[in-house]
């Protein structure tokens, strides 16, 4: 294959597979476009989600221009041999993948999605399903123009395989978040009580499951044990800040920026993700590099890492109990808290964004070049492969 650019849709800026996408674009020998359909939303901005550069990628904001047909009829006409990775197909940028399809008699497409959601209540969780016509029907049109599907997750690789897509064309994927440096101060853990656990993310009971967290801790005891949670926003925020100032082994640790949250985490002993339907966490990401383990459900997405690294425990979402007996064996056994550290110490390289990008970039040669017979592995999954 003759080296071409490659086009990346976006309905915003990247930050969660920001690290993999700007190591693929330092990397790439053509030149690499991030084109958003949308700016950076107000809430991210307060917590630097658009720190940062993007590599060598050149970043395309959409909604600033007068005439966005104009600008995307041009673009094409100079891009139409290039690679075009979109981010899923029922997106606000799913509207220049048709486009695209319409104007390009054989298109290079690269689709990268996470699994639909399906969290809420009994009738929303009902009408998610219903929905899931559509990801078939559109699964049946689309694979004649797609050339490779990278699902994030394990449990995505299988929906989307069900969806439609031909077992060929379906690649695990994960989100890589940028860090400071490829190179890891790995931290090392000591038995000391009490021991801190550490809840990051948005306060939201819904789908981050922080109303389980907080059943969970109301029913531990609280000598021996502490929770910080952190976060500056969510539809429970004013409830969850309350409840942490109720409890004398909580506390709220304001908000952090999203460049300091792998750090920052290095102070702790465990890091807990209750998520009760998460595409993708990337919070064991920081933590793994953190070399602190994780306590995380089983839909969470990420719980890939968890499997694969030995770094925590994987546990059924949405059950207070289950979280509640998994805290309890890390203060029955609290050498879980180093053997886990260790773990992912280990494991980190697996997923920094030089692995990944090679990864990726190795799927890309895979399926356009035609020399290439060995298909990749993701190396984050390669402890499940054995």
């Given at each position: 294959?003759?080296?071409?650019?490659?086009?990346?849709?976006?309905?915003?800026?990247?930050?969660?597979?920001?690290?993999?996408?700007?190591?693929?674009?330092?990397?790439?020998?053509?030149?690499?476009?991030?084109?958003?359909?949308?700016?950076?939303?107000?809430?991210?901005?307060?917590?630097?989600?658009?720190?940062?550069?993007?590599?060598?990628?050149?970043?395309?904001?959409?909604?600033?221009?007068?005439?966005?047909?104009?600008?995307?009829?041009?673009?094409l006409n100079a891009h139409i041999d290039d690679i075009h990775i979109f981010n899923g197909?029922?997106?606000?940028?799913?509207?220049?993948?048709?486009?695209?399809?319409?104007?390009?008699?054989?298109?290079?497409?690269?689709?990268?999605?996470?699994?639909?959601?399906?969290?809420?209540?009994?009738?929303?969780?009902?009408?998610?399903?219903?929905?899931?016509?559509?990801?078939?029907?559109?699964?049946?049109?689309?694979?004649?123009?797609?050339?490779?599907?990278?699902?994030?997750?394990?449990?995505?690789?299988?929906?989307?395989?069900?969806?439609?897509?031909?077992?060929?064309?379906?690649?695990?994927?994960?989100?890589?978040?940028?860090?400071?440096?490829?190179?890891?101060?790995?931290?090392?853990?000591?038995?000391?009580?009490?021991?801190?656990?550490?809840?990051?993310?948005?306060?939201?009971?819904?789908?981050?499951?922080?109303?389980?967290?907080m059943r969970a801790m109301d029913k531990l005891p609280k000598d021996n044990l502490s929770?910080?949670?952190?976060?500056?926003?969510?539809?429970?925020?004013?409830?969850?800040?309350?409840?942490?100032?109720?409890?004398?082994?909580?506390?709220?640790?304001?908000?952090?920026?999203?460049?300091?949250?792998?750090?920052?985490?290095?102070?702790?002993?465990?890091?807990?993700?209750?998520?009760?339907?998460?595409?993708?966490?990337?919070?064991?990401?920081?933590?793994?590099?953190?070399?602190?383990?994780?306590?995380?459900?089983?839909?969470?997405?990420?719980?890939?890492?968890?499997?694969?690294?030995?770094?925590?425990?994987?546990?059924?979402?949405?059950?207070?109990?289950?979280?509640?007996?998994?805290?309890?064996?890390?203060?029955?056994?609290?050498?879980?808290?180093?053997?886990?550290?260790?773990?992912?110490?280990?494991?980190?390289?697996?997923?920094?964004p030089n692995c990944a990008s090679d990864y990726f970039i190795a799927v890309l040669q895979?399926?356009?070049?035609?020399?290439?017979?060995?298909?990749?592995?993701?190396?984050?999954?390669?402890?499940?492969?054995?």
């Open positions: 294959m003759s080296i071409k650019n490659l086009i990346f849709w976006f309905d915003h800026p990247p930050r969660v597979s920001k690290g993999i996408f700007n190591a693929v674009s330092e990397k790439w020998n053509g030149k690499t476009y991030y084109v958003c359909v949308n700016d950076t939303r107000d809430e991210r901005k307060k917590i630097n989600w658009d720190e940062g550069g993007y590599g060598k990628a050149e970043i395309i904001i959409l909604s600033t221009m007068s005439n966005k047909n104009v600008f995307f009829d041009e673009f197909y029922k997106s606000q940028s799913s509207l220049y993948l048709n486009k695209i399809i319409d104007a390009v008699r054989k298109p290079k497409i690269i689709i990268w999605s996470e699994r639909p959601n399906l969290y809420g209540g009994f009738i929303e969780k009902m009408v998610r399903k219903i929905g899931l016509i559509l990801y078939f029907k559109d699964a049946i049109r689309l694979r004649k123009y797609v050339s490779a599907y990278f699902a994030v997750s394990a449990k995505g690789v299988n929906m989307f395989k069900k969806f439609g897509w031909p077992n060929d064309k379906v690649f695990p994927f994960l989100y890589v978040p940028p860090i400071n440096s490829e190179i890891l101060k790995q931290s090392k853990k000591e038995i000391k009580f009490p021991i801190k656990m550490l809840y990051v993310g948005r306060f939201d009971a819904k789908a981050k499951g922080v109303d389980i967290l929770l910080e949670v952190v976060g500056g926003y969510g539809k429970i925020k004013d409830e969850v800040i309350d409840w942490a100032k109720s409890k004398s082994n909580v506390s709220f640790g304001g908000s952090w920026p999203s460049s300091e949250v792998c750090e920052r985490m290095k102070e702790y002993d465990i890091c807990i993700i209750p998520s009760k339907y998460d595409g993708w966490n990337v919070n064991p990401n920081d933590a793994i590099r953190a070399g602190t383990g994780i306590i995380i459900t089983d839909n969470s997405g990420s719980d890939d890492l968890i499997r694969s690294s030995n770094s925590g425990i994987v546990i059924k979402s949405n059950s207070v109990n289950a979280l509640v007996d998994a805290i309890k064996l890390v203060m029955k056994e609290p050498n879980l808290i180093i053997k886990w550290s260790e773990n992912a110490n280990k494991y980190a390289n697996k997923i920094s895979y399926v356009f070049e035609k020399n290439v017979k060995e298909r990749p592995k993701a190396p984050w999954l390669i402890n499940l492969y054995e």
